[in-house]
């Protein structure tokens, strides 16, 4: 398997504009998490799917933000609009079981 | 309300020794516990992990060790190699399948 694929793997955007994130699982696997990592909260979970149905999206910092999971095998995580504060890396995972997540290799924002 | 608090930013060991790498956290209804490692550049790799029920978990150089009570769990890697550097994230689990992280800690193993 060619495990969790994310894409971009940059993305240079201005204020303001959407920004759209996406994110293929490993197949089989039925649970997906968005994190976003910055040094003050590390990696920060924003978002988790189950069987394709979000779970848990107390962790979405604002309105602007949200994600969409319309079938196993493929996620997005928008942002519109954007700002220079959303500037992260941005890691998508994938599991089957109860804790181990395989990642991504993230896509890196800049909002400029 | 960061659930996983990993206190030190930054660790340096020299080639050979031991590293310890420290967590602590807050849920008691957390039930299962993980380690990954993260270089530049790419996504955070599973480690090592253990379970609620038990207290010590080795694979190889690695030990995780779990202490309930005090609500901290430590990661043993033993001897260090220089090609350990890296950043060390401790996460936790909770069900059904929600995975929490800590704010990473960065190991530099020297020669």
């Known amino acids: 398997d060619a495990g969790v694929i994310q894409s971009p793997r940059h993305e240079v955007t201005e204020m303001g504009q959407e920004v759209t994130l996406r994110c293929k699982p490993i197949s089989g696997h039925n649970s997906l998490f968005w994190y976003r990592q910055t040094m003050m909260r590390g990696l920060e979970l924003l978002i988790y799917?189950?069987?394709?149905?979000?779970?848990?999206d107390s962790g979405m910092p604002e309105d602007r933000f949200s994600a969409k999971m319309p079938n196993a095998s493929f996620s997005t995580l928008k942002i519109q609009p954007s700002e220079p504060r959303d500037s992260a890396v941005y890691f998508c995972a994938s599991s089957l079981r109860d804790g181990e997540a395989f990642f991504g290799q993230g896509t890196r924002l800049t909002v400029v | 309300d960061q659930q996983v608090k990993q206190n030190s930013p930054s660790l340096s060991v020299q080639e050979g020794r031991i590293s310890i790498l420290n967590c602590d956290y807050t849920n008691s209804m957390f039930d299962y516990f993980l380690w990954y490692k993260k270089y530049p550049a790419e996504g955070p790799t599973f480690l090592i992990s253990?379970?609620?029920?038990?207290d010590k978990n080795e694979d190889g150089r690695f030990t995780v060790f779990l202490n309930k009570s005090a609500k901290h769990l430590s990661l043993h890697i033993v001897p260090s190699q220089p090609g350990d550097s890296a950043v060390y994230f401790c996460a936790a689990s909770v069900p059904p399948d929600k995975l929490i992280f800590g704010t990473g800690t960065r190991l530099q193993v020297f020669p």
């Open positions: 799917f189950n069987n394709n149905v979000p779970i848990d």
């Open positions: 253990i379970s609620s029920i038990k």
